[in-house]
Structures are given as C-alpha cells and as structure tokens.
Antibody, heavy 119, light 110 residues
Framework: EVQLLESGGGLVQPGGSLRLSCAASGFAFTSYVMTWVRQAPGKGLEWVSSITDSDGSTFYAHSVKGRFTISRDNSKSTLYLHMNSLRGDDTAVYYC????????????WGQGTLVTVSS | QSVLTQPPSVSAAPGQKVTISCSGSSSNVGSNHVSWYQQLPGTAPKLLIYESNKRPSGIPDRFSGSRSGTSATLGITGLQTGDEADYYCGAWDNNLNSGVFGGGTKLTVL
C-alpha cells in the first residue's frame, strides 16, 4: 500500500524557515517524480515544486522560487521541502504527491501538513 | 487568478450528468495532457483522470475526461450525493515551466 506521510509543519514567524518531510513507503520511490502542492485556507490547489526521479532536476512555482528548495533522499525514501523567508501568503496545507502534473498525473497524495506563518 | 479557468460551481440532480470545463492556452492544455482531481470536504485530493482521458484503477467509469484544443472537460454521469466535492484540473505549462491548476469547481448534487 502506498503511503506518504508529511511532517514538519507548524507555526513560524514571518521571515522564518521550516523544513517539511514526506516519508514514502509501498512503492519504488527512486522511480517516481515527486511533487509538493499547497492549499491556502478556503482556497484552491497550488502547485509548488517537483523533482524528477532520473537526474533530480527541480522545478518551482514563481511564487516560491529562490525561497523554497525541494530535495529527496532516495536512501531514506523521503522527500523534503526547505522553506525560507516565509511570508503570510505561504500559510497553507502542504501535500506531497507522487507523479507529475502531466502524463501520469499526481496519483498518490499524503494527508498534508499545515504551515502557519504569523507573528 | 488561476492559469486554467474552471466554472466556480455546477449543480445537478442525483442520477443526472454534469460536465466541468477547464480552459487554458496553447502552452498548457493545448500542448500537454490534463489531469483531474476530486477533493471531498476535509480530505486530500484524489486523482480521477490522467492523460486527459484515462481513469486510474478503482475510479468508476461514471467519470470521463476529454481534451480538445486548449480546453478539457470532466464528465460525471449517474450523479450521487457522494460526488459532492471540489474538482480541479491540472496540467504542465511549457512557458511558465511549472505546473498549473484550475481554480476549482464545487459540485452540488441537489
């Protein structure tokens, strides 16, 4: 059974940093593109970042580029999102998901972790 | 303002059919496959359609997808009260070099 378990969310002050983790199990992690998607309270889905399986190429939404870094540790089957210079509009539930936006789609999702940026 | 445009809401009676549109441009829907997601209240999204018209294992054939030009459509037949949810389309945008979602459509089964 595919499982994605996010952790690391919480309350952080504006300008602060946070690292989200997504522990994966039940599938060949090294063979999958991995993606972060976020959802602000009461709002729609926003694609944040993806990292490829093959060469670890990374892609970012304009809104987070230069502030967020996606990475993966294939030996631990874990996906990360390092978030710096956090702002109020980064407040959201952050989901990790397997797959890519086109082609296979985002086929498995975690339950999400809430990040709140507030003083 | 979302890159992909969806109607904010649609509604229909139980047993009826509904369609949800997703309008984009040549750099996203016009060039790349579309995926569709269902988000029930308080839960994570679930993949309904990938590669514009394919259903993952376990998704009933009441759900269908199509793509033509710069638009895509999700169809749901035999509506059930359990289908009440938010529905999102998504695709890759070649110009932005990023993923993009529609703003979401709230389905009400009257």
């Amino acid at each position: 059974e595919v499982q994605l378990l996010e952790s690391g969310g919480g309350l952080v002050q504006p300008g602060g940093s946070l690292r989200l983790s997504c522990a994966a199990s039940g599938f060949a992690f090294t063979s999958y593109v991995m993606t972060w998607v976020r959802q602000a309270p009461g709002k729609g889905l926003e694609w944040v970042s993806s990292i490829t399986d093959s060469d670890g190429s990374t892609f970012y939404a304009h809104s987070v580029k230069g502030r967020f870094t996606i990475s993966r540790d294939n030996s631990k089957s874990t996906l990360y999102l390092h978030m710096n210079s956090l702002r109020g509009d980064d407040t959201a539930v952050y989901y990790c998901a397997t797959g890519r936006m086109s082609g296979s789609g985002l086929d498995y999702w975690g339950q999400g972790t809430l990040v709140t940026v507030s003083s | 303002q979302s890159v992909l445009t969806q109607p904010p809401s649609v509604s229909a009676a139980p047993g009826q059919k509904v369609t949800i549109s997703c309008s984009g441009s040549s750099s996203n829907v016009g060039s790349n496959h579309v995926s569709w997601y269902q988000q029930l209240p308080g839960t994570a999204p679930k993949l309904l359609i990938y590669e514009s018209n394919k259903r993952p294992s376990g998704i009933p054939d009441r759900f269908s997808g199509s793509r033509s030009g710069t638009s895509a459509t999700l169809g749901i037949t035999g509506l059930q009260t359990g289908d009440e949810a938010d529905y999102y389309c998504g695709a890759w945008d070649n110009n932005l070099n990023s993923g993009v979602f529609g703003g979401g459509t709230k389905l009400t089964v009257l």
